[in-house]
Structure formats: structure tokens, C-alpha cells
């Protein structure tokens, strides 16, 4: 398969801390990208997208920094709540005129109170 | 709004049993894809449909079919069940044009005896 889940990274911070979650992803040529936050029992919730001709984009307590230089996304949590603890996934559409997305693994965020 | 809707939650099925999952998008949403999730291999792309035809599809064996409705609604099915099908079986849906958000339902919990 073209998504590797065999390990995944945690990621522990204090309540109120901000919290960064990286992510590398596969294709130079991919045009749009998306962070999705997965609960328990839960589908991916679509947190914030991002197009290739951005290298920064926010919303509400989130930013997402693209560098295509390295092929890396991040995602930055402020003020992060006890709430936000879930497990976070960067998706990639490798473009083309489809909706296919390429996952990564997935980093655990856990936030203590 | 209603957001995805994937039915049933649960099903326990047994090996060479075949099972059909459904999948009700977004209401104006058009474009339908499946993913499979296992902790082994993560999130990967089944396949995708859109304006009832099937646009892309993931490295999958053929027991793996699908197909939509004029009503954009999506089906899934897989024959011949094996043991490592057993999986949490995903459905997003979006307006149809690539790099777009794609909303996730909660899936299906399909176990293999």
C-alpha cells in the first residue's frame, strides 16, 4: 500500500502549551494538502487545507506551514486544550483531476492537564 | 447540514462471506471516495466516484468493487471476505473538483471471523 502505519509518534504537552506536528510527504508534484484529527471510535474531521502556492494558511487556533522545498507540512496548535488530544493526519492529493489522498501515519497528540 | 452518513456502524462477517457497505455524502456533495483503515497500513485509498462513474482507483484486489448512485450516494462491496479485511472502512465525500475538503464519515467496523 502507499500508506505506512506502522508506527505512531506521540506527542505529550501541557495544557495551554502550543503544539507542532510535522509531517513529510511523498510527491514533489502534490498540489493540496489537508490536516484531519481522528478521535476514537470517530472518522478524520477535517481540521484546515492548504493549495502549493501557500506556504502558510490559518484558522482558528491552527496554522499550517507548507515548505515544498523539503516536502514538509506542519501544523500548529495554540493554546493546546485537553480537547485537542486525537490523533492528527497529513494528507496529500498528488494531484490530477482526482480526490485521491495519500495519508501519512499519523502523530498522537496527548495533552496533559 | 447533515455530514456523511455510513451504515451500518458494525458488522461481523464471516470468510467467504461477501458484505456491502453504504455511504450517503454531504447533501450537493457529488464526488464519493472509500479508504480503508488498519492499524497496520494506516488510512489507504480504496477508490473513488464521481457523477456515478468511478474516477480512480487504489491497489486493491478486484474482490473490492463499488459504485454510486445518481444520487451520489456510494456502495461498497467486497467478496471472497478474508481474515485481514477485517478493518475500519472509511467514506469521504466532496463537491467533485480536485482540492477540495474532503468530510469523512465514521466508517465501518467490518470484523472477519
Known amino acids: 500500500g502507499e500508506s505506512v502505519g506502522l508506527h505512531l509518534p506521540t506527542l505529550s504537552v501541557q495544557e495551554g502549551d502550543n503544539s507542532i506536528i510535522n509531517c513529510a510527504y511523498s510527491n514533489s508534484a502534490s498540489d493540496y494538502f489537508i490536516w484531519y484529527k481522528q478521535e476514537s471510535g470517530k472518522g478524520p474531521q477535517f481540521i484546515i487545507d492548504?493549495?502549493?502556492?501557500?506556504d502558510k494558511r490559518q484558522g482558528q487556533r491552527v496554522t499550517v506551514l507548507l515548505n515544498k522545498t523539503v516536502k514538509h507540512l506542519s501544523l500548529q496548535i495554540a493554546a493546546t486544550q485537553p480537547g485537542d488530544s486525537a490523533v492528527y493526519f497529513c494528507a496529500e492529493n498528488s494531484g490530477g483531476a482526482t480526490n485521491k489522498l495519500i495519508f501519512g501515519t499519523g502523530t498522537l497528540l496527548a495533552v496533559q492537564p | 447540514k447533515a455530514g456523511v452518513t455510513q451504515t451500518p456502524r458494525y458488522l461481523i462477517k464471516t470468510r467467504g462471506q461477501q458484505v456491502t457497505l453504504s455511504c450517503s455524502p454531504i447533501?450537493?456533495?457529488?464526488?464519493v471516495s472509500w479508504y480503508q483503515q488498519t492499524p497496520g497500513q494506516g488510512l489507504q485509498f480504496l477508490f473513488e466516484?464521481?457523477?456515478?462513474?468511478?474516477?480512480n482507483k487504489g491497489n486493491f484486489p478486484g474482490r473490492f468493487s463499488g459504485r454510486q448512485f445518481s444520487n451520489s450516494r456510494s456502495e461498497m462491496n467486497v467478496s471472497t471476505l478474508e481474515l485481514g479485511d477485517s478493518a475500519l472502512y472509511l467514506c469521504a465525500s466532496s463537491f467533485g473538483p480536485p482540492n477540495q475538503p474532503q468530510h469523512f464519515g465514521d466508517g465501518t467496523r467490518l470484523s472477519i471471523l
Open positions: 492548504i493549495r502549493s502556492n501557500m
Open positions: 466516484y464521481f457523477s456515478e462513474t468511478q474516477r
Open positions: 447533501s450537493g456533495h457529488r464526488s
